[in-house]
């Protein structure tokens, strides 16, 4: 059986961030957080950032990195929001927040604004 299905480039992205929210999954259980906000934080944030980046994997469309940028802001906001600022939780909350945060944007500008120089090349 053979199947012509093409791959975006920019699916590698989404495979990064969805490695981020496996972390952050896990994270709770790995670093044995003392606060139980951090720990239902990171845990459903990591399950959404990993559910909308195999989203974006099998169907792109541009709302999925909408939604991982709006979560990787979240990650970095929620540690003052939820209370539990100089934790351990914290460090891993706003580090991938922001690497979550980073790739979406990376991926909607790489989607959206990415020139392509192979159709009309730009003149000299």
Request: net charge neutral.
């Amino acid at each position: 059986m053979r199947t012509d299905k093409k791959w975006r480039r920019e699916c590698a992205l989404d495979v990064y961030t969805g490695s981020f929210g496996l972390f952050l999954f896990v994270s709770p259980w790995l670093l044995a957080y003392a606060n139980e906000a951090a720990r239902i934080d990171l845990w459903a944030s990591g399950a959404a950032v990993v559910a909308i980046s195999i989203a974006a994997i099998v169907a792109f469309s541009d709302w999925e990195e909408w939604l991982n940028l709006m979560l990787g802001l979240w990650l970095m906001v929620s540690p003052w929001a939820l209370g539990f600022m100089h934790s351990t939780a914290m460090h891993v909350s706003i580090g991938l927040g922001a690497m979550v945060a980073f790739v979406a944007a990376l991926e909607l500008w790489l989607v959206k604004y990415e020139p392509r120089y192979g159709l009309n090349p730009p003149p000299r």
